[in-house]
Each structure stands twice: as C-alpha cells, then as structure tokens.
C-alpha cells in the first residue's frame, strides 16, 4: 500500500518491495551518508544508487556505504559504478587494479580478444562483488569512426562493428560468471558523436542505413542483456528535434530494429546535452519510453524534482526490473593469481 505525501513523493506503509520502488537512480554526495541523505533516499526510494570516485576511499568504507545504502530502501537495490578500466576507473590503484584503456587493450589482445575480454570481465567483477556492488556500466558497444570524440574513443573495443559485440559479449560474460550485472551503453551508439554530451548535444547526420550497418550491429548482437542506457545525441535520420534519450523514435527503433527489450535506463540526467529543467528531463524521457532515469551528482538541489516526477515503477518498466534482480547470481569459482598470469600471456 503507499499513498503521497505532501512533497508528492509516494510513501509506503508496510514491508518495502520492488514494486514500491521509484523508477531512478541516483548517486550520493560522499564517503559516507549524511543523515540528511539517509531521510531523502528513504523517501524517495530509489530502484538503486550508484558511485563515484567522491565515494569510494578504501574496501571496508564501500561496503558500508553499499550496504547503508540498501538499508535506506529495506532492500537489495541494486548498485551501479563506472568501472571500464583506463580513464573511466572510479576503483584505483594501488587498493585496485589498473586496466589499459579498452581501445589499445583490445588491440594488443588480437587473436586473444574473447578470452582476453572474458578475463578483464571477471576480475573486474571479483573485485565489485566483493565490495556490494552489483552492476557495471560496461560494457561499451560504441563504434570507433573517424569523428569519434577523444571522451569515448580510446574507452570503445574497435572500429569493426562485428569485433566490438564480440568483446562487448565476452566481458559482460565475465561479469556475469563473477555476479555481476552489465549495462550496455550508449545505445544506439556513441561512436560518431563529435562533441562531449557532458557539456554539449552532439548531432549526427548519417543516414539510417549507415547507422543500421554500422553503429545499431553490436546493439543488435547484445539486445539479449539485461540492460541498457541511452545516448544523448541527436540522429537526425530518426528524430532531428531530441536527443535519443528524450526521443519516442529514437526508443521505438531501439525496441524495435535493435531489438533490446530489457532495462532501458537514461545516461545521466545532469550532463550539459540535455536542455530543460530536471523536472522537464525526467518527464520527457520517461514520456520518450525509458524506463527509469539515472541521476548521478548527489546534489540534493537536482534530485528533489527528480525524485518527484519519476512514478513508482509499474507495467512493464516494473516486469523488465524484476527482471533484471532475478539475474543476479553468486560468482562461480575463480583463481584471480592464475588469472592474472594467462592475461599477461595473452595480452603481451
């Protein structure tokens, strides 16, 4: 049962549940929650959080945090980070390991890119899992191109389409053995964005059919994962007036063409691509036919009218969500020293 409060939030009476879960995301301010973030997020109740490089400082605090975290909903809520290796790594040296970009690793993997792929997956996830957190935003199926912007060339798996799904399908099996959950990003595809999305819309003009041969293949070849976040980026062969998260063509063809019927989540609402208050942002990508948006800053000032205008998950955003939690899985066993030495051999 829930009714709402004042604030419009609804609110819960009795045991909490996934289908009292709020359909967002959101990150947190620090290290630890402030009391103030421990009201809000028991509020708001999101379907799960994720972390950053401000929140992470050794493996005893992280597990506190994920597991204070889950407190603040009564539940398992699932628990996101960026951890792809290279630049995008908010888990570092010298407490963790540090991984080559993806770009130049899968290069120097050549013949050995599945497996080389399947390793850098499952250590990753061991070192995840151990920590609470249970889903990765990786892997990264976006196509390298000649107008590919340097914030996501050297973080994609090739410029193949066919090579970037096979090392996409090996990590996400990687994680997957080591209990951890992927999110296949930035579909439809990132790679002929010219511009960074943190800061400005990028648009593309090539045609439907470049797209579809191109960009969409590796999308198409992982549609069966459990979930995915969209770009913010203007194709202008499906919709030249919104950004794909914000576009009801653009998530047509993805259910569609692509085929991907999991998990649709938004890329972070807070970056710079997107007009409009976060309000107008919540509203419109859920309107567009996203399931739930994902918040990252911890600002409060932000997260209030998110948390606001994103519903109670229910229908079918609710079936894809509890299909995603029954995923999850205990790691198989694993040597992580004989890892390490096969990886070494394969990768030079």
Known sequence: MCGVDRAGYAVHSGDRTMSGARAVIFGCSGPVLTAEERTFFA????????????????PDQVRALTEDLRATVGRRAPILIDQEGGRVARLTAPVWQTWAPALPYCTDAGPNLREAMY??????AAELYDLG???????ILDVVGADTHAIIENRCYGRDPAQVGIAGRALADGHRAGGVLSIIKHIPGHGRGNVDSHFDLPRVSASAEELETTDFVPFRDL????????AHIVYEAIDPDAPATLSKQVVSMIRGQIGFEGLLMTDDLSMKALGGDFADRTRASLDAGCDLVLHCNGLREEMDPVAEHAPLLDGLALARAEAVL??????????????????NILTK
């Open 43 to 58: 509020k708001a109740d999101p379907w799960g959080f994720i972390l950053f490089a401000r929140n992470i400082e050794t």
């Open 119 to 124: 390793l850098r997956g499952r250590m990753i």
């Open 133 to 139: 957190i249970d889903v990765n935003c990786a892997p």
């Open 223 to 230: 549609s069966d994962l459990p979930m995915a976040m969209t």
């Open 326 to 343: 029954a995923e999850r899985q205990t790691p198989e066993s694993f040597d992580l020293p004989e890892a390490h030495a096969r990886l």
